[in-house]
């Protein structure tokens, strides 16, 4: 209808925390939604953990999201510097999960923006990911059958 030109204008002006059309939504703690996640036969990972390194408690929400069943976590990100990926990579294996990366892919013309999957991640994690979707999903076919 011509009230913003852009999408971001739309949620800097009007969906934004403070914005006149924001609406709160329904949270859940972490360890829920790793069950969740778990309970519908996913593999949940952790995404984004400089963001949660800086705030302090990464250690002890990895600790109790790999209680819940979390799989892996992002090591490998497009704008992690080195000591930052080893950070990350060292936390990953004191915590048993897979090291994975994400590009955080929005869509073209962002700055910086890559293409999806242009990340410096090695595919013996990724592999490990996929063994595990297909274990997975071949125990949830078996109780399928067992079921019907």
């Known amino acids: 209808?011509?009230?913003?030109?852009?999408?971001?204008?739309?949620?800097?002006?009007?969906?934004?925390?403070?914005?006149?059309?924001?609406?709160?939504?329904?949270?859940?703690?972490?360890?829920?939604?790793?069950?969740?996640?778990?309970?519908?036969?996913?593999?949940?990972?952790?995404?984004?953990?400089r963001e949660l390194f800086a705030a302090g408690g990464l250690e002890d929400l990895l600790a109790r999201l790999k209680s819940a069943g979390l799989t892996g976590m992002e090591v490998y990100y497009q704008d992690y510097l080195p000591p930052e990926i080893e950070t990350f990579r060292a936390l990953a294996q004191k915590f048993d999960l897979l090291p994975l990366g994400g590009s955080d892919y929005h869509g073209l013309g962002g700055p910086q923006q890559r293409e999806p999957g242009?990340?410096?991640?090695?595919?013996?994690?990724?592999?490990?990911?996929?063994?595990?979707?297909?274990?997975?999903?071949?125990?949830?076919?078996?109780?399928?059958?067992?079921?019907?």
């Open 118 to 148: 242009d990340i410096p991640l090695p595919m013996e994690p990724v592999e490990r990911l996929f063994a595990l979707a297909r274990e997975r999903g071949s125990a949830d076919r078996a109780r399928t059958a067992r079921r019907g």
């Open 1 to 49: 209808a011509g009230h913003v030109s852009t999408v971001n204008e739309a949620f800097d002006l009007y969906l934004s925390r403070n914005g006149p059309a924001y609406v709160e939504r329904e949270r859940q703690d972490p360890e829920q939604v790793v069950t969740l996640l778990i309970g519908v036969g996913g593999l949940a990972t952790l995404a984004h953990p």
